[in-house]
T-cell receptor, first 114, second 113 residues
Framework: EAQVTQNPRYLITVTGKKLTVTCSQN?????MSWYRQDPGLGLRQIYY???????DKGDVPEGYKVSRKEKRNFPLILESPSPNQTSLYFC?????????????FGPGTRLTVL | AQKITQTQPGMFVQEKEAVTLDCTYD???????LFWYKQPSSGEMIFLIY??????QNATEGRYSLNFQKARKSANLVISASQLGDSAMYFC??????????FGAGTRLAVHP
């Protein structure tokens, strides 16, 4: 089954404790990205990757890191989480095609930083 | 820069009736795509429908149709014959370059029996 998986699905942590949210897709998609969802703001892109070893900032990259060492994986790293990073996080992937870049979303990770 | 505006924070509809969720957009790109996603209370993002800026006909997918008015920069979602399972958050989005989607704030739809 074609899918994007994320782990963990739920995480409660404390300020400053490094964490990683994993993302994996099995569709051989070149393009992957991370979004965060906050009430009243919709989803905003954090980072994206066009292919292996190619990553770039999205609209709200502060406080986050990513890496793309393999095509299927795109982990999101919070080196020193803060309470304003409490949010619902989505990983997405798509084929890098021109016309209809439908993004396949993972199930979401609900993060709470105390 | 691209922008999506969803002016209805919340809507309700009676079961089996039709409902229109509004979406207006702003972009300077001549070619773009418009999407609608559904987010039920469980949280996942479910793709509903897509409209390309050069598509001549309005997109339809089952009970979902997109009322695309390019000159007015609007892309409203019409849900026909609403069902209780349609109660959810609905997001309109536009392509923003490099396969990025720019999302609106969303509209929460409640379907009443």
């Amino acid at each position: 089954e074609a899918q994007v998986t994320q782990n963990p699905r739920y995480l409660i942590t404390v300020t400053g404790k490094k964490l990683t949210v994993t993302c994996s897709q099995n569709m051989n998609h070149e393009y992957m990205s991370w979004y965060r969802q906050d009430p009243g703001l919709g989803l905003r892109q954090i980072y994206y990757s066009m292919n292996v070893e190619v990553t770039d900032k999205g609209d709200v990259p502060e406080g986050y890191k990513v890496s793309r060492k393999e095509k299927r994986n795109f982990p999101l790293i919070l080196e020193s989480p803060s309470p304003n990073q409490t949010s619902l996080y989505f990983c997405a992937s798509s084929l890098t095609s021109g016309r209809a870049p439908e993004q396949f979303f993972g199930p979401g990770t609900r993060l709470t930083v105390l | 820069a691209q922008k999506i505006t969803q002016t209805q924070p919340g809507m309700f509809v009676q079961e089996k009736e039709a409902v229109t969720l509004d979406c207006t957009y702003d972009t300077s790109d001549p070619s773009y795509g418009l999407f609608w996603y559904k987010q039920p209370s469980s949280g996942e993002m479910i793709f509903l429908i897509y409209q390309g800026s050069y598509d001549q006909q309005n997109a339809t997918e089952g009970r979902y149709s997109l009322n695309f008015q390019k000159a007015r920069k609007s892309a409203n979602l019409v849900i026909s014959a609403s069902q209780l399972g349609d109660s959810a958050m609905y997001f309109c989005a536009i392509t923003g370059g490099y396969n990025k989607l720019i999302f609106g704030a969303g509209t929460r739809l409640a379907v009443h029996p």
